[in-house]
């Protein structure tokens, strides 16, 4: 596959290959201020071609390749703009350092505003951001200053409502744990993503267990960054791809600068968000923090849960050309979990709960430090360090939904996380006959470390997470230590000023291990243990492989691209999932990694501020795929149970469609109020080829949802904001036998469900309030079967709910005149 694809891209530049290109140029410099001193997030804005360039954090930009020409360009930042200047541009690279002024009057600051809002409009990454390279990627920004949703109680199917072909689950209480899933890939805790926050990893071991229990909220976000399949190569070997949380910075505007939150709504939902950040005087130390507090009842009997989220960053621009950052982030909750419910118990009552003494408990920390360092213009470089220290501690009766909660002990899963690496990333800008040519070298170092712990605890009903004999628990306890190495390279190679293709090569060594010991039991007819015997266990497995990738740019004209790209993908299988007892789960001890490949091929395109769309064919390719399968073979009673494996090769192919208009905006580009729609399609055929089981040839591969479909209108004016979004998703298996329905509903089908969310804000002074009311059709439905917690069985989502937030900002010590 990937030989023809290369062939493929030899016969586009042959045929492009002609006199009929001209030659084009770049432009590059710095925006500083009147007394030199570099301005970050800065935006240069080209009026005649209407396009824009962002800046660095060192002020530093570089516009991608302009077709020759003279072009009218202004520079602009928050409360700081620059005169216009006329450029000749021609082959090569113009030089050109902008210098801001303060915006002095309120017409000024309205009209800053208003490009400001035009430029922030993009939502895609641009070719370079960084230390990466995004050309020829499929990539999408979710800007959360422009997003009108409730935030507060971190409601995804809003967030991410403009994200192409994401089945979402909904089966925790107020987000308390993300789960998405792209293209067909398993949602549970947004395993098959790359997740970073501002650049590093916050799963549990992203090797061994990338689950993730931690979400950064939203309110201290200011984008969510999505780079598809073919991030495998710059960020790691996942399907899914990339998905970057980008924190907040501290204000430039005032050494301090405070927003305070206070949230109430439905069942007993309590939320305070607090903020701190601000800038030096001269504008060497940046610093933001916030705190996170959050409680509800949950809709359903024994969900009520408590939350306490808390971050703190600290920058030091040590030179001009050198800024070093610490990043502190901590996560504790409490969640009593309702448990799952039958099909017979849902379609009855789905608000009632059969579990009342099943706890969840976690406790996140983060660490990390960043130095970033640009040497010249044409080369910078970023070193980053972190790790994580973590407990899951999960409590509970495992048993089966339809088997009645008659007391007696309950099963303890405790999992311990800790882990610790590095990367580094050197980007240079080549000049090479005439033309600019980025590439982008790097590696990574990692090693993480679990242990998993299994037993018996009490037969009470409180959240007392305590072992009867924690010197020697009766289940299992294993350590599962892991090793990464990686190195990788990408370089983009402008062939013509309107094509581009991006090679690149990522190498992996993996090692990853299993030592402890766990109690096989063999059980009468009536459940009792007849012999339980302690086996030792202790495996490790090595391993180190080559993935490859390639893309395609062709900028057609300004406002249109396409593009295309082939990268390998590689999962590791999840050590810690193979000691886990459960009686509705069994696991494969032969269970191989999966590996396969992504391939894209979209058109893109858009004005700013006015329209934007994007069309992308994607197909995916898994070799030996991990699945779970529905099976009944195991004595004395036969009971189905789920069994995890490699089920078979399978495909996901699909399109992807988005598309956003700007009415008011698109008739007068002037116009200071704005009324959008946007459409998001996406259409997924998944089926599982080449099994060893006939049984399973041909089937649906599980949590794919044929058709996902939302639609939205936002309203713009001033200061008030409302938007409504309609969600669909359409009916899906949840495992690969494709059962309709089982007696443990931990099988079955998950019908389509269709949701209406509404939410409004309106802005005065200091002030803002907000209002959100979600599922405002009351639709009762189900996002998920689980086997184990928080179920097992169906997991009824939340009914209809409202969210009322009141908002303060404000700031002392004004830093510029």
């Known amino acids: 596959m990937l030989k023809h694809y290369i062939i493929i891209i030899v016969l586009i530049y042959s045929i492009f290959n002609t006199s009929s290109f001209g030659q084009g140029g770049r432009i590059w410099g710095q925006l500083k201020t009147s007394d030199g001193s570099p301005l970050e997030e800065g935006w240069v804005f080209n009026r005649t071609l209407m396009k824009a360039v962002k800046s660095d954090s060192l002020g530093n930009y570089l516009s991608p390749i302009w077709p020759p020409g003279t072009y009218v360009i202004y520079a602009f930042s928050t409360g700081f703009q620059s005169p216009e200047v006329k450029l000749q541009i021609d082959s090569g690279k113009v ?23 035009e430029t ?26 422009q997003l009108v949703a409730n935030t507060a109680n971190n409601n995804a199917r809003q967030i991410y409502g403009k994200i192409t072909g994401l089945n979402i689950w909904e089966s925790d209480a107020s987000g308390l744990q993300l789960g998405i899933g792209g293209r067909g890939l398993s949602p549970n805790r947004t395993a098959n993503f790359n997740t970073r926050q501002n650049g590093y990893d916050i799963s549990a071991d992203a090797l061994g267990y990338p689950e993730s229990y931690y979400t950064p909220p939203p309110e201290a976000l200011e984008r969510i960054e999505i780079v598809r399949g073919a991030a495998s190569l710059q960020y790691g ?16 505007d005032y050494g301090m600068q405070w927003t305070s939150r206070a949230s109430a709504g439905s069942y007993g939902f309590k939320h305070t968000f607090q903020s701190l950040g601000g800038t030096s005087k001269n504008g060497k130390l940046q610093y933001y923090t916030f705190y996170q507090y959050k409680e509800g009842n949950g809709w359903r009997p024994n969900g009520e849960f408590s939350v306490n989220t ?6 030091w621009q040590a030179l001009r050309s050198f800024r070093v950052t610490a990043e502190y982030t901590h996560l504790d909750y409490l969640a ?19 579990r009342s003494r099943n706890w969840f408990k976690v406790n996140w920390n983060l660490y990390a430090l960043h130095s970033d360092l640009s040497l010249g213009f044409r080369t910078r470089m970023n070193i980053r360090v972190f790790g994580l220290q973590a407990q899951r501690l999960s409590l509970g009766n495992l048993e089966r939904i339809n088997v009645a909660d008659l007391g007696g002990n309950r099963t303890l899963i405790d999992g311990r996380f800790k882990n610790i690496g590095a990367e580094g990333r050197l980007l240079h800008i080549f000049g090479w006959f005439g033309r600019q040519h980025p590439g982008v070298i790097g590696g ?9 712990i299994q037993g018996t605890a009490n037969n009470q009903s409180g959240p007392s997470f305590q072992l009867l004999t924690p010197e020697n628990p009766d289940n299992s306890d294993y350590t599962f230590p892991n090793y990464n190495y990686s190195l990788f390279a990408e370089q983009v190679v402008q062939l013509l000023p309107k094509i581009s293709i991006t090679p690149g090569v990522r190498w992996e060594y993996i090692q990853t291990s299993a030592k402890g010991y766990y109690h096989q039991q063999i059980r009468d007819l009536a459940g009792n243990i007849i012999t339980d015997t302690k086996i030792a266990d202790q495996t490790s497995r090595a391993r180190s492989f080559m993935l490859a990738g390639l893309g395609l740019s062709y900028k057609i004209t300004s406002q249109l691209e396409l593009y295309s790209n082939l990268s390998q993908n590689y999962r590791a299988i999840n050590f810690t999932d193979l000691r886990i007892n459960n ?27 006015a329209w934007m769309y994007e069309v992308t064919g994607f197909y995916i390719r898994y070799k030996d795929r991990i699945g779970q399968i529905l099976k009944t073979d195991r004595p004395p009673l036969y009971l189905d149970y789920r069994f995890r494996t490699n089920i078979a090769n399978a495909e996901n192919t699909g399109v992807e469609v988005f598309g956003e208009y700007n009415i008011l905006q698109g008739m007068n580009p002037l116009s200071l109020a704005s009324l959008s729609v946007f459409i998001n399609a996406a259409y997924i055929h998944s089926v599982y080829v080449q099994s060893r089981d006939p049984s399973i040839e041909g089937n649906s591969v599980e949590m794919v949802p044929p058709w996902v479909f939302r639609t939205g209108i936002t309203w713009k004016r001033k200061g008030v904001k409302a938007a409504i979004q309609y969600s669909f998703t359409d009916k899906h298996f949840s495992d690969a036998s494709n059962a309709i329905r089982t007696s443990s509903a931990v099988e079955g089908i998950i019908p389509a469900y269709s949701i209406l ?3 409004l804000s309106t802005n005065w002074r200091n002030w803002t309030l907000e209002a959100n009311l979600n599922n405002m059709l009351n639709r009762i439905y189900f996002t998920r079967r689980a086997e184990s917690y928080p179920g097992p069985g169906i997991i009824p989502a939340e009914a209809r709910n409202l969210t009322l937030t009141l908002q303060y900002k404000g700031g002392i010590f004004p830093t510029k005149k």
């Open 310 to 315: 808390g971050y703190a960053s600290v920058a």
């Open 120 to 145: 922030l409009g993009l939502k895609r990454l641009e070719s370079i951001e960084g230390t990466a390279i995004y050309e020829g990627k499929k990539s999408e920004v979710i800007d959360l200053n």
């Open 336 to 354: 009593h979990q309702p448990g799952g419910l039958t099909d017979t118990y849902f379609n009855d009552n789905p608000q009632q709960s059969v």
């Open 583 to 609: 009686p509705n789960l069994m696991v494969d001890s032969l269970l191989k990694d999966e590996s396969g490949y992504t391939f894209d091929l979209g058109i893109r395109g858009g004005k700013t501020g």
């Open 95 to 117: 030089m050109h350092d902008f210098i801001l002024k303060p915006v002095v009057s309120e017409l000024d600051a309205l009209l800053i505003q208003a490009r400001r809002t």
């Open 757 to 759: 969310d509404a939410s």
């Open 444 to 452: 990574r170092v990692y090693h993480g470390k679990t242990q998993s």
């Open 237 to 252: 070997t996942q399907f899914g791809g990339l998905l970057n949380f980008v924190f907040k910075k501290g204000s430039t």
